[in-house]
Every structure is written in structure tokens, then in C-alpha cells.
């Protein structure tokens, strides 16, 4: 019976804010046709967000645009702006002027190539074998920000708990090896199938219903 009471909030929750998710949805699609430089903003965007506020991070990738480093300025003047706006900014300045260096070229036409290129999954592989900084969820994270991510999952601590809370599964894993992500995915994905709301908008509604809007 909670469990039927549950799945009734939640699928009451999703029809509340199912049109403004897809009107996100279809705003991130137009982002990943706006080119390479935008499609590396974003990805930026992801090599900040590890154990850092999505909103404090937009804000980074703002004015590190606004101030002309984020195409062309160094790691020590990247990490004077993120020190005051993410956690790791050493590592994330660093992380950053690399993934720049190593895609920059041909308007980032590499980085285009391997978003859209092949299915959602082996542009992830990819992402993860050519981005230093990013894992799973970053690199899960950025293909749904441009457009993809209808069969992969963003596993932040945000979707984890409430996949435990809907008994998605069982409880928070202690750690996010690629077999466990892979497997909690999976799971995530059969139980969209189960209430009809697809992976991508479950993604969104849990995030708005922990932090009060469907940001990013």
C-alpha cells in the first residue's frame, strides 16, 4: 500500500511539472546544436560540479566566460575564480585547461564528434577515455546538458536517495564503481518503465524536488 501511495505522489508530482521539464529537455537539445565552443562551456560546467552546487558553478563558468579565461585564460587565473565558487578548484583549474587544450581545435570539432557520435553509452566511453576530470555521472551529466541522456543516468546523491526512498533500489551504494553505476542504471531505467516517466525526466523531477527548480 506506501509503496502504491508513493508511486501515485510521485507520478502527481511528474504531470505537475512534466511540461516545464520537457520545455528544459527541449532547451537543452537546442544548447548541443549552438556548436563546439557551447558544447565545451557545458562540458566545463561538468568538470566543476563534483562535490560542488550546480547553481555555484554556473555562476564560475559565467564569469570565467565573462572575463575571457575560459577559452584562453591559465590555470592559476581560472583558479583565482574558482576558489570562490567550487570545492577542488586546484585540481578542477587544471582539469579544465586541459580537456581546453586537448579538444580545442577545429572549434572543438573532436568534442562534437564524440558527443553525438554513436549511441549515448559509447559517447560516454569516449568522454571518459579522452576527459581527464570527469566520471560517470559528469560525463552523463553533459550529454543530457546538450541534448542526449535518454538512456543514461546522472547518479548524484540528489537521484540516489530517491531511488532509495521509491525502492528503486535497496539502498545508497558506499561507493560508484562503473560495474555498480552501471547496475544501479539499469535499475534506475526499469523502474521508469514501471511508472512511464522516461529516465531523463525522472532526473529532473527528483532534482526539483530536492532543490526547489529544474535547473541543469
Request: proline share 3%; net charge positive.
Amino acid at each position: 500500500m506506501k509503496e502504491g501511495n508513493e508511486r501515485a505522489a510521485l507520478l502527481a508530482k511528474y504531470n505537475k511539472r512534466k511540461a516545464e521539464i520537457v520545455q528544459r529537455l527541449s532547451f537543452f537539445k537546442s544548447v548541443g546544436k549552438k556548436g563546439g565552443p557551447v558544447l565545451f562551456e557545458e562540458l566545463a560546467f561538468c568538470i566543476l560540479t563534483p562535490q560542488s552546487k550546480a547553481f555555484s558553478c554556473d555562476e564560475a563558468i559565467r564569469e570565467l566566460k565573462g572575463r575571457g579565461l575560459l577559452f584562453e585564460g591559465d590555470a592559476p587565473s581560472i583558479r583565482a575564480v574558482l576558489s570562490k565558487k567550487t570545492r577542488f578548484h586546484n585540481k578542477k583549474a587544471e582539469y579544465l585547461v586541459l580537456a581546453r587544450e586537448r579538444l580545442k581545435a577545429g572549434e572543438f570539432a573532436e568534442l562534437k564528434q564524440a558527443t553525438f557520435h554513436g549511441s549515448e553509452q559509447h559517447a560516454r566511453g569516449v568522454l571518459l577515455r579522452e576527459v581527464k576530470g570527469i566520471g560517470w555521472k559528469e560525463a552523463s551529466h553533459y550529454l543530457r546538458n546538450v541534448g542526449r541522456g535518454r538512456s543514461i543516468a546522472i547518479l548524484d546523491r540528489h537521484i540516489l536517495k530517491n531511488l532509495v526512498k521509491h525502492g528503486a533500489i535497496g539502498g545508497l551504494p558506499k561507493s560508484l564503481t562503473p560495474k555498480r553505476y552501471f547496475e544501479i542504471e539499469k535499475k534506475m531505467e526499469k523502474f521508469c518503465k514501471s511508472t512511464g516517466i522516461p529516465m531523463s525526466h525522472l532526473d529532473l523531477l527528483f532534482w526539483a524536488e530536492e532543490t526547489g527548480q529544474i535547473f541543469k
